[in-house]
């Protein structure tokens, strides 16, 4: 089966001054259709840079890194948010909302950049708030959210313009650990219901049960790996009837 | 579009306030300090713009109105002689002493014209008329400068160097750019108050008959007069604007002041803007990194400079007319005129533009990888 995103000898090198350090030095990985992988180790493992690179926002020292089957490591500034736009729904540990849009609205702002506009925007945005369990909350402000309910409008963000991968860096740090339990059983549900290949970077150990897959890194490389379940791709697939059309993505897996 | 320029904006009232009252000041720094220029410089050559002559006959090289130096008057025989000619006055305007009732004195310039005819006479007379200065000792004064004359009232009279003067009407709005107030009379009164001898004339007011080449009469005259320059209306207003302006200093220091207001609203809009963008910067990270063109984060940013330009100039413009008003009513002159407003909404909009510029600047260069930093 062709990974979502496949990662190969991939290196990423910083420069400290007149020192170089090394944050990733020659990871290979495969990120699939329907499954909740996690990225976890220690703070500065490398986690967060190779989330970055698989997300087209940091460009690898070398290797291959290849998204919805294109190779990224070519192209140029100009593309690189075009393959975020067309394939990569983001999430980020705080939440990142813009404070002065209502919930819906910061859905609305993504689904604009994806060519969704007016009427057909805010009904779309208020159907992935919805699917969020957010319905009726679309008009209130950030700020008047709880984080739960800020890190759920993020993901129906994420979701605007269904791309097929969803990228999510420490989701739950900002959160408790029921709320951050919550939003990763919801983002369980959109890996394993909507066959989104999902990735999230977290060093929180008490949701590990969650995921499908584990990668362990260390030192900038893949020290392990543990699969903790099935592939959702290999097992029968159903749409549920609360996600609305639009969002459904028609690439079942075979 | 989701409202994210407006609602930035607004979202920071202090900040709103900050950034409006930059371009506030910039605007009305620019438009009062403009419009002090135009109107010292409209002033200066006031009584030949209004004088509705085609040509003055001057002095040699005189270079501006105040600078007349008497001469014959056998030479206005000689221009009403010359093929073109309409018509050809006498016409004077030189400084004189003006005694105050109360002993105080003043200096005035007293401006002397044929009251049988428009050419050189006083514009926007308020009360009594220019027939009225037919009379012996009658003078006309903006009532700007009655206070400062020691004028109370119609009838009044004064001494302007030691000859009786008598107030018999009003101007309104005509300002001299020096300290002296002007003082219209007849020519004859002129030649008294100013001691001038009778068979002088300081300048002859020519006016063509209709069709004529201007610049035809202007070169036959020339040719036909001696030891003195015939000018243009345009030109006499240009050289005397010139010299007020630039040769005094007057008018650069009126229009440094002006382009210093001009780029101190430029600092203080970009800094205002540019504070803005970096309060944002994390939220223009984050359109970044899920995917918005740089095109999108310029949008924004071009959007709250436009909507902050728009409002600045709105508040700016109207304290700059209250500025005008009371200054008219305080003797200073400045001119707003409507293509000047319109001017200052451009460069109201350039400048903002400016701001937004440094500030997308900063986000060309941002690195969507900051949003995952905490």
């Known amino acids: 089966m062709e990974a979502a995103i496949r990662v190969r000898g991939v290196t990423k090198t910083y420069a400290e001054g007149s020192a170089r350090v090394a944050a990733l030095g020659g990871v290979d990985m495969d990120l699939y259709r329907g499954e909740l992988l996690f990225l976890m180790g220690p703070s500065g493992s490398g986690k967060t840079t190779l989330l970055s690179i698989m997300g087209c926002i940091l460009r690898s020292t070398s290797g291959s890194v290849q998204v919805a089957g294109k190779e990224i490591a070519g192209l140029s500034e100009r593309e690189l948010p075009r393959v975020r736009l067309g394939h990569i729904g983001f999430v980020f540990q705080a939440f990142n909302l813009f404070p002065t849009l209502t919930a819906v609205e910061n859905v609305e702002v993504a689904l604009e950049l994806k060519g969704v506009r007016g009427a057909r925007a805010r009904s779309e945005a208020r159907d992935l708030l919805a699917q969020v369990r957010l319905e009726d909350r679309w008009s209130a402000f950030p700020a008047d959210l709880s984080g739960g309910q800020k890190q759920r409008v993020a993901l129906a963000r994420a979701l605007a313009g269904n791309p097929e991968i969803l990228l999510a860096d420490e989701p739950t740090a900002a959160l408790d650990s029921h709320t951050g339990r919550s939003v990763l059983e919801l983002m369980r549900r959109l890996a394993h219901e909507q066959n989104r290949a999902v990735a999230v970077v977290t060093h929180d150990s008490r949701i590990a049960d969650l995921g499908d897959r584990v990668v362990h890194l260390e030192d900038g490389t893949v020290s392990s790996e543990e699969r903790l379940r099935q592939r959702q791709s290999d097992i029968p697939f159903s749409y549920p009837s609360s996600i609305p059309e639009s969002q459904l993505n028609p690439a079942r897996p075979s | ?374």
């Open chain 2, 1 to 374: 579009m989701p409202p994210l320029a407006r609602r930035n904006l607004f979202h920071d009232k202090i900040r709103l306030a900050v950034t409006l009252t930059g371009i506030t000041f910039a605007v009305v720094l620019v438009v009062v300090e403009l419009g002090l220029f135009m109107g010292f410089t409209t002033t200066t050559s006031g009584l030949i713009d209004h004088s509705q002559a085609d040509l003055w006959v001057a002095s040699r090289h005189i270079p501006y109105i105040e600078q007349g130096v008497p001469y014959s008057e056998r030479k206005l025989y000689q221009v009403r002689a010359t093929p073109g000619v309409a018509s050809a006055e006498k016409f004077i305007a030189r400084f004189a002493n003006w005694k105050r009732n109360d002993g105080g004195h003043e200096s005035v310039q007293v401006v002397g014209f044929n009251t049988d005819q428009a050419m050189g006479g006083p514009w926007n007379v308020t009360s009594g008329s220019v027939a009225d200065l037919k009379t012996p000792d009658s003078i006309l004064v903006d009532d700007l400068y009655w206070k400062k004359l020691g004028i109370g009232h119609l009838g009044e009279v004064f001494e302007i160097n030691g000859y009786r003067a008598r107030v018999v009407g009003t101007t309104h709005g005509i300002r001299s750019f020096t300290t002296s107030p002007y003082v219209f009379t007849s020519f004859k009164n002129a030649q008294s108050f100013t001691t001038m001898q009778e068979d002088q004339t300081e300048f002859i007011l020519v006016r063509a008959l209709p069709g004529v080449s201007l610049e035809r009469l202007q070169r036959d005259l020339q040719n036909r007069l001696h030891d003195v320059d015939v000018l243009t209306t345009a030109q006499f207003s240009g050289m005397t604007r010139f010299y007020w302006m630039f040769t005094t200093g007057a008018g650069v220091a009126v229009l440094l002041a002006a382009l210093l207001g001009l780029v101190v609203g430029i600092v203080v809009v970009t800094q205002t803007i540019y504070a803005t963008t970096m309060d944002h910067l994390r939220e223009y990270g984050t359109l970044k990194a899920i995917g918005a063109p740089n095109s999108y984060v310029y949008r924004v940013i071009l959007q709250q400079a436009g909507i902050s330009a728009v409002l600045g100039y709105v508040i700016g413009i109207t304290l700059s007319l209250f500025v005008v008003h009371g200054a008219r009513e305080g003797g200073a002159s400045i001119l707003l005129t409507w293509q000047m407003a319109l001017a200052v909404f451009g460069l109201t909009l350039l400048m903002c533009a400016i701001a937004a510029v440094v500030s997308i600047n900063k986000v060309t260069h941002l690195d969507p990888a900051m949003v995952f930093r905490g």
